[in-house]
């Protein structure tokens, strides 16, 4: 946990890949919204990619999922956080 919380502090991009009703209901706070059946049509919103990602969603698998696209697409720091309830301070 406390490296997920550096990498926080450190500014890494926070991604919550669940609906956008899921998002409006409760997020992280800083989080995007890229809900993980369009990651890769919005790729080039995460940015840079060796830049820190962190991904979640409800409970880690749409995140697991979005890591590996990620991933697969050549991002070198992408962390799947679990669910919404896994990041540091909820």
């Known amino acids: 946990m406390s490296g997920l919380l550096d990498k926080i502090k450190s500014a890494a991009k926070i991604v919550d890949v669940r ?14 919204n890229i809900p993980v059946d ?7 919103e ?3 990619k060796n830049s820190s990602i962190i991904v ?8 697991a999922y ?3 696209i990620l991933k697969n697409a050549g ?15 909820l």
Not at 38 to 44: G, N
Not at 76 to 88: E, R
């Open 56 to 63: 979640y969603c409800a409970s880690g698998a749409r995140s």
């Open 19 to 32: 609906t956008p009703e899921e998002f409006n209901e409760e997020a992280y706070p800083n989080a995007v």
């Open 46 to 48: 995460f940015g840079d």
């Open 75 to 89: 991002y070198t720091d992408v962390t799947n956080a679990g669910g919404l309830y896994d990041m540091p301070g």
């Open 66 to 68: 979005a890591a590996r």
């Open 38 to 44: 369009e990651v890769r049509a919005r790729m080039s």
